[in-house]
């Protein structure tokens, strides 16, 4: 069955789980961290220990089916690792990594992801926004 692999149970993997879970789509959560793993599977949740890095660890958490992988995790060059793994086993399963860094992104879509969320884009978004929001407020206007 198509599910959704997450790896990393950080604020972004819990953000993915919960609406998954609200919109009624399977996932499994791939965690490092043992007491994690404990707590999520007490829950109910699908969960492997391991390293999304290592190839047996992706098999066990279903990357023959899965439909997206979901690269959550705060290690960057983990997650380019992780990527290049997936994308080897199976280059159909979607690819989404978290980086900080807009170079490591690049990296990532190399290894094989086919989609990157930047730390340092989305902030340097995020301060555009609110800056373009305050001026419309006050009036004071911001060319493009």
């Given at each position: ?55 047996d660890v ?42 900080r860094y ?43």
């Amino acid at each position: 069955m198509p599910h959704v692999i997450i790896a990393g149970f950080g604020p972004g993997g819990r953000f993915v789980a919960e609406c998954l879970k609200k919109a009624g789509i399977p996932f499994v959560l791939v965690e490092k961290n043992p007491e994690t793993v404990r707590t999520q599977a007490a829950l109910g949740i699908q969960v492997i220990q391991g390293d999304v890095t290592d190839a047996d660890v992706l098999q066990r958490a279903g990357i023959e089916t899965a439909s997206v992988l979901a690269l959550a995790i705060p290690d960057e060059q983990a997650a380019i690792r992780a990527a290049a793994a997936a994308h080897a086993i199976r280059p159909e399963v979607h690819i989404i990594a978290a980086t900080r860094y807009t170079s490591s992104g690049f990296k990532a879509l190399q290894a094989g992801a086919d989609e990157v969320i930047v730390a340092e884009q989305a902030v340097a978004r995020e301060f555009r926004d609110r800056i373009r929001a305050f001026m419309a407020r006050n009036s004071l206007g911001l060319n493009e």
